[in-house]
């Protein structure tokens, strides 16, 4: 009286979970093209689908540079540059080298250049570099040694500019 159905028979051969980019086709039935309404438009997926940040956790040292895309919580010791699109440095979290994210957030320790779009120094932040940001938030107790350079496009590639030293001409002419 009863009888499987081809939707039963593919998920009782294949136990495991399918991934999320996985597709699995089934033919369908012309029970099942009378269901569906033809208005129906196939639904579309986000370009960018935001996923939980990759976590280095306090026992982790890295040698080398890090880049991503995506998020990137970091706990432990990085040795080298960082390029992520956010970046956020705990308060256990040591970094040596350039940083380069859309936006930054520091709670631990950077030793080199920070450039971000957004940049958030925390109380127990402490830094020892430049910074280069469109947007910068210090909260009180941040450490801070270095210059700060407001630009529009901090991630662009290209060189930073210096300030020019005081010209000498102004200085013998009094002016």
């Known amino acids: 009286m009863f009888s499987k159905s081809r939707v039963t028979e593919t998920q009782n051969r294949n136990p495991a979970p399918a991934a999320e980019s996985e597709t699995v086709a089934v033919p369908e039935t012309p029970k099942d093209k009378a269901r569906q309404p033809q208005?129906?438009?196939?639904?579309?997926?986000?370009?960018?689908?935001?996923?939980?940040?990759?976590?280095?956790?306090?026992?982790?040292?890295?040698?080398?540079?890090?880049?991503?895309d995506g998020d990137v919580q970091i706990e432990g010791t990085i040795e080298g540059d960082i390029r992520a699109r956010q970046l956020t440095i705990g308060d256990s979290a040591t970094v040596r080298g350039e940083v380069l994210a859309d936006e930054v957030i520091v709670n631990g320790r950077v030793i080199g250049r920070l450039r971000g779009v957004k940049?958030?120094?925390?109380s127990t932040a402490r830094v020892e570099g430049d910074i280069i940001h469109k947007t910068i938030a210090i909260e009180s107790g941040a450490h801070f040694e270095g210059s700060v350079q407001r630009q529009d496009d901090p991630l662009a590639q290209g060189g930073t500019k210096k300030l020019a030293a005081p010209s000498t001409d102004f200085a013998k002419t009094g002016a």
């Open 119 to 122: 940049v958030r120094l925390s």
């Open 39 to 68: 208005s129906a438009a196939p639904q579309q997926q986000p370009q960018q689908r935001r996923s939980a940040p990759s976590v280095l956790s306090s026992d982790l040292t890295i040698k080398g540079d890090l880049q991503t």
